[in-house]
Structure formats: C-alpha cells, structure tokens
C-alpha cells in the first residue's frame, strides 16, 4: 500500500465529458506533483504545488487544470481530452528543501482512457 | 538540454548480480535518484546519491561520479519480484522544487 492515495483507479470518459482526478497525502509534505505517464516511457511532469501554490507548469494544455484546495489535497480536472491524452497519470509528494534527500512518494495512479 | 540514458532492458538470473548503469547531461545537478516501478503500479524510492561514491541499502546499492555524470544500481542475490522497470532520475537544482527528470527506464527481467 502507498502512502499517496490517488482515485478513482481507471478512468474512461469522452472527448465532451468533464471529470477530476484526486489526491491525497497524510504525510505532512508541502510539496506535491502530477505525472504523465505513456505505457513504456518514464514519468513526465506536468505540475508541482509547493505550500499550496503553483510553482511549475511544464506547459501543460489549459484542457489539464490542476487544484491544490488545501496541503493533504491535490486535484486534477479534466475537461474536452483528447485521445492522445490516454495514459497513467501519477500524483507524487515530498517535502519542498531543494536540497533534501527527501524521495517524492508516488501514488498508484490512474489510469485514464479517452474514447 | 536534458538527456538521461538508461539500457531499454536487460536480463538475469536468480540469485546473480545485475548492474543497471545511467549516464545523465542535465543543465543542474541536485541528486540522483532510483526508482523501482512494476508493471501498472507506482513508482517506489530505492536509494539517493547526492555525493561521489556508494551508497549500500540491503541488497540494493547505488553509485554516482558527478564529474563522469554516471550512476549505477547494483541489485545482487536477484529474486523473482525484482523482476521491474528501474527509473534513474536527476533532480534539476534549477527551475522550482525537486524538480526530476527521469530516465526512460531499465526493463529488468530475472529468469529462473
């Protein structure tokens, strides 16, 4: 079992539907992150939220639109995806130090089908 | 640019010692670390190299020469559920907070 906890687990939804990722992490961690991730490819970040606030966005399409309500809670919603937009998309946490050893804990991911 | 470089797949067999080697040219250098992540699962941290030299965690040790950009991980005594994509990362000490760039991964299969 992880320590990040990521839902719903698969995802299939159309090119017109509206849905959200969610994340969740009781760990004390400020840092939290999202992940692309095509079958056979490593992770590709897409945002990370640092004290709650947006610090990078790795010029993710505005069709992702990503939510940080409070420091346990990150969301992703999804609006009009494309079907290239298929794929496994990680939620991570740390802590923020740039200098830490501090490992990012990944959730299990969702797996998410655009039809 | 950024570039991490990882074998695409390798074989072993149970109970040997396999060495997954990672070259990286990144534009900053803050750490390197591994990842293990099987088949439809979640990543999971395996060791951290922020320093020249080796780092031994049970049967899993991890190397770095920053002046050469290179890594490995050791795995030794192989056991079946090793069997699992081995990720290098580099995290970036530009552009924001723990910030890695990961390599394409390492398909590692131990055969009986």
């Known amino acids: 079992d992880t320590e990040v906890t990521q839902t719903p687990k698969h995802l299939v939804m159309g090119m017109t539907n509206k849905k959200s990722l969610k994340c969740e992490q009781h760990m004390g961690h400020r840092a939290m992150y999202w992940y692309k991730q095509k079958a056979k490819k490593p992770p590709e970040l897409m945002f990370v939220y640092s004290y709650e606030k947006l610090s990078i966005n790795e010029s993710v399409p505005s069709r992702f639109s990503p939510e940080c309500p409070n420091s346990s809670l990150l969301n992703l919603h999804l609006h009009a995806l494309q079907p290239e937009d298929s794929a496994l998309y990680l939620c991570a946490s740390s802590q923020p130090l740039r200098g830490s050893n501090q490992p990012q804990h990944f959730g299990d991911g969702t797996r998410l089908s655009i039809l | 640019g950024q570039n991490i470089d990882q074998p695409t797949e390798m074989t072993a067999t149970e109970g040997a010692i396999v060495q997954i080697n990672c070259t990286y040219q990144t534009s900053g250098f803050n750490g390197l670390f591994w990842y293990q992540q099987h088949a439809g699962e979640a990543p999971t941290f395996l060791s951290y190299?922020?320093?020249?030299g080796l780092e031994e965690k049970g049967r899993f040790s991890s190397f770095l020469s920053r002046s050469k950009g290179y890594s490995y991980l050791l795995l030794k005594e192989l056991q079946m559920k090793d069997s699992a994509s081995y990720l290098c990362?580099?995290?970036?000490?530009?552009?924001?907070?723990?910030?890695?760039?990961f390599g394409a991964g390492t398909r590692l299969a131990v055969h009986p």
């Open positions: 190299n922020v320093l020249d």
């Open positions: 990362a580099v995290r970036d000490g530009f552009g924001g907070y723990n910030k890695l760039i």
